[in-house]
């Protein structure tokens, strides 16, 4: 996730996919309905049917890895290999290209599942599509980790907490094994999910593109403070974001649909 589009596409993934989170979550509240099973009525009964009938999240997942996997290539210069082999020595290139890489197809593994599960199994195994996710996760953690080893200053700290949320997300999708259909999870989840790649975006801003206009120092203590400073600000957004989410779906499912 190097340079802004590193940054700003991931984080673009991350935090819709906590919207449709928030989404599911919300109209399970308003209607009663289990989280992961919601009806899914075919809107006609013509040749089309089917296609209406296919729940296309896996896809989208599948399309963001591709999306995600081509952006990182395409920042490359020269040949994209593992190892160098120049005068008889044996380095490793590309560290952290590798580990976005790898991070991209955990996200394509899990958009394979949950297609094969939603739309091909003859029933679904909404536990094999959370078991998938949480592997994610937990893989996601280590590389994030070491992500961060040759950073410092705003990137560090930046990062730091970007890692805090990432390991909340950790324990809820891996508690959510255990209780698939508890709704404070999933709020949980959809928050994180919305945490995290909006603060992910931020740090695009703040490392690439600044909107002040002036980068930010590694050398001023007042610039550090105010990371934390906007990531609680980013905390008390996504607050706001999931009640007008369950407020607007509120309005929606009890007086307009």
């Not at 289990?34 to 999240?57: D, N, T």
């Not at 400073?229 to 996504?238: G, P, Y």
Request: proline content about 3%; aromatic content about 18%.
């Amino acid at each position: 996730m190097g340079g802004f589009e590193g940054h700003l596409y991931p984080g673009l993934s991350l935090f819709f996919y906590g919207l449709y989170h928030a989404r599911l979550v919300s109209r399970a509240l308003i209607c009663n309905y289990p989280v992961q099973y919601l009806p899914h009525h075919p809107w006609s009964k013509g040749k089309w049917a089917r296609l209406q009938q296919i729940y296309y999240v896996g896809l989208v997942k599948i399309l963001s890895a591709f999306i995600l996997a081509a952006q990182e290539l395409h920042n490359i210069h020269g040949q994209f290999v593992l190892i160098s082999k120049i005068y008889h020595q044996r380095n490793f290139l590309y560290r952290k290209q590798w580990q976005h890489l790898t991070l991209y197809m955990t996200f394509f593994l899990s958009g394979c599942v949950d297609v094969v599960s939603q739309n091909l199994l003859p029933q679904r195994c909404a536990a094999l599509e959370q078991g998938a996710q949480a592997l994610g996760m937990c893989l996601f953690l280590p590389l994030l980790v070491s992500h961060m080893q040759d950073s410092e200053g705003v990137e560090l700290q930046s990062h730091i907490l970007f890692t805090q949320a990432i390991f909340l997300l950790v324990l809820v999708v891996i508690a959510e094994l255990w209780a698939p259909n508890m709704l404070q999870l999933w709020v949980m989840k959809a928050f994180f999910y919305m945490m995290t790649g909006s603060w992910l975006i931020q740090i695009g801003f703040m490392l690439y593109k600044p909107i002040s206009g002036y980068k930010w120092m590694d050398d001023d203590k007042n610039n550090i403070i105010f990371v934390t400073t906007f990531f609680c600000w980013h905390v008390a957004f996504i607050a706001i974001l999931m009640i007008w989410v369950y407020g607007f779906s509120f309005l929606w499912y009890c007086y307009i649909c």
